[in-house]
């Protein structure tokens, strides 16, 4: 069932559902979350039923303000807590040490915790009562099947979870891609997620070079934890992606037999495409990424083939963008 979030009477009631141990469908500034009361390891553990998703992959605690980051985290670091001062509320998950006892199904099993405040008012004012109620942290995974789509509208996640779940309406999400995740546990910041926080903004407030986590797993040769978030084959649409440059791109369309059911996702108007579903991206990489979950969902229902995307330009801001493209590729 769909409630309109900017009702106080759908808001209280969604606290009501996460207090007494069931999922919510959440907006936030990303994409729409699947939630659950993060202290109560049997209301996660539907999570990860519902997603089909294995249950030592580590959610996000979602919290009201900076003040909940302390009952879930056991140390914050001076340079994690630079980046909750200027990025928070809003897109961007901090991996901390856990602390002991505190959110075990949650975190999946690890010692640490990714804890994020979505700045959605939605959100907010779910998170702020939930917290009334006891409910001191929100543990919420994007609300697809595992391996597909995020969603980024309310009608999306009935989609993917049906009628019987509760999913608080908070329009098209603003971000449209899920956060950026820095992991904070290792000294210095490493890049575990790239998203609308941009990887020159995170090096700006902290000071410090972010490492790449890649990089990271080559010099120590630690065991990273499983995060269904950074595995390579994710966020893919039921017809093949296929990431091209635009001359590529073109190249591939001159040659294209007739009857491929195929689109064509480009910032370029390629010459000839006749017959070929296209579709333009926006040049604006903020806007790319608002519409990106979208556009492949209402690509893929078309029931194409193939969905030929033209790859983004090679920017920081474009970074979250070019991740999701490649995966969903993958
Ligand atoms: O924007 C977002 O972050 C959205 C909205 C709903 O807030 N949430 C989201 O959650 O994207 P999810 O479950 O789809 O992605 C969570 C990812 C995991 O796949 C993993 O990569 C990382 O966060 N993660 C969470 N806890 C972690 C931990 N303790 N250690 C390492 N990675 C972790
Ligand atoms: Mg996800």
Redesign the pocket.
């Known amino acids: 069932m769909i409630l309109d979030g900017r009702d106080p009477s759908a808001v209280l009631r969604a606290a009501q559902v996460l207090q007494a141990g069931e999922l919510l469908g959440l907006p936030?500034e990303?994409?729409?979350?699947l939630a659950a009361d993060a202290g109560n390891d049997a209301a996660v553990a539907k999570i990860f039923q519902a997603k089909g998703r294995p249950a030592d992959?580590?959610?996000?605690v979602?919290v009201a303000d900076a003040n909940g980051l302390i009952h879930f985290a056991a140390t914050v670091p001076t340079f994690a807590q630079k980046l909750v001062d200027a990025f928070w509320p809003g897109?961007l998950?901090l991996?901390l040490p856990r602390r002991v006892g505190i959110a075990a199904a949650a975190?999946g099993g690890?010692d640490?915790?990714?804890v994020?405040c979505?700045s959605h008012p939605v959100a907010q004012a779910v998170l702020r009562a939930a917290t009334a109620l006891g409910v001191l942290g929100v543990a919420?995974?994007?609300a697809n099947q595992f391996g597909r789509v995020s969603p980024t509208m309310a009608a999306h996640v009935q989609g993917e979870f049906g009628d019987g779940l509760l999913i608080l309406d908070g329009g098209p999400c603003e971000v449209g891609i899920?956060?950026t995740?820095v992991?904070c546990t290792r000294g210095a910041p490493v890049l575990?997620?790239p998203g609308r926080v941009t990887r020159e903004q995170i090096e700006t407030v902290t000071g410090l070079t972010l490492r790449d986590k890649d990089e990271l797993a080559a010099q120590t040769a630690q065991v990273t934890?499983r995060?269904?978030?950074?595995l390579e084959s994710h966020y893919a649409p039921r017809a093949k992606v296929r990431l091209m440059d635009s001359v590529a791109l073109q190249s591939a369309l001159n040659v294209l037999e007739s009857g491929s059911r195929i689109a064509v996702y480009a910032r370029s108007i390629p010459k000839r495409s006749v017959g070929v579903l296209h579709r333009s991206m926006p040049q604006d990489a903020h806007e790319a990424a608002h519409e990106l979950f979208a556009a492949l969902r209402e690509l893929d229902a078309t029931g194409v083939q193939q969905i030929w995307v033209e790859a983004p330009p090679d920017a920081s801001e474009w970074e979250g963008v070019a991740d999701r493209l490649r995966r969903a590729a993958a």
């Open positions: 936030t990303t994409v729409y979350g992959h580590p959610l996000i979602h897109p998950t991996i975190a690890q640490s915790i990714g994020r979505p919420a995974p994007s899920e956060s995740i992991d575990l997620r934890p995060a269904s978030g950074t």
